[in-house]
């Protein structure tokens, strides 16, 4: 199976041209930049159009107006929206977590983990801050799931292999807000 993660396209995933092929696509939050229903309208109208057999995206901060949502109606049957669940695709199990919420939802078993924030300390360093979530760090390591995936810290993009873990910051926009990446790869 191949993977193609993208992350913290902040409205300007139309700019986003020649994504990798791949079997799943993810995107790991902070698709809007105001988190308005119209930005989230336009992002899965797009997303739609994609032409990957399944789609899955959580919240990132950004994502406002979906922060609560237990889910979106009328989307296309391969299509998920992963708000604190999971879904089971080729026998791969993937969990989305909200952003923000509780990381105890996390349930073992898990292969592949998809967040917005990142762990703390890994990949998730912007300037002098780190904006990773220890508790979160914390779950993952207990869980130990073949991939992390995840944005939120631009300046962070790259991957990770600890403890057997692959972690991935998958932003594709700089600091300054440009699209300076394309998709990373994964094959499971």
């Not at 998809?114 to 002098?128: F, N, Q, R, S, V």
């Amino acid at each position: 199976m191949r993977i193609i993660q993208i992350s913290d396209t902040h409205g300007k995933h139309h700019q986003l041209k020649g994504l990798p092929e791949g079997d799943v696509l993810i995107h790991c939050g902070d698709f809007t930049e105001d988190g308005t229903e119209e930005e989230v309208l336009d992002f899965i109208n797009w997303y739609e159009e994609l032409p990957y057999p399944h789609k899955i995206f959580v919240t990132g901060n950004h994502d406002l107006c979906l922060r609560d949502a237990d889910g979106i109606e009328d989307l296309q049957t391969n299509m998920h929206f992963l708000q604190d669940r999971d879904v089971v695709i080729n026998g791969i199990r993937f969990f989305g977590l909200a952003c923000w919420h509780d990381e105890s939802l996390i349930p073992e078993g898990t292969d592949v983990i998809i967040t917005h924030e990142p762990p703390l300390h890994i990949l998730d360093k912007a300037g002098d801050i780190n904006w990773g979530n220890l508790a979160l760090k914390e779950r993952v390591m207990k869980i130990h799931p073949r991939y992390h995936l995840f944005g939120h810290a631009h300046s962070a993009y790259g991957t990770e292999l600890i403890n057997g873990i692959v972690f991935s910051n998958g932003s594709v926009l700089d600091h300054k807000g440009n699209v300076i990446h394309n998709g990373k790869v994964f094959e499971i």
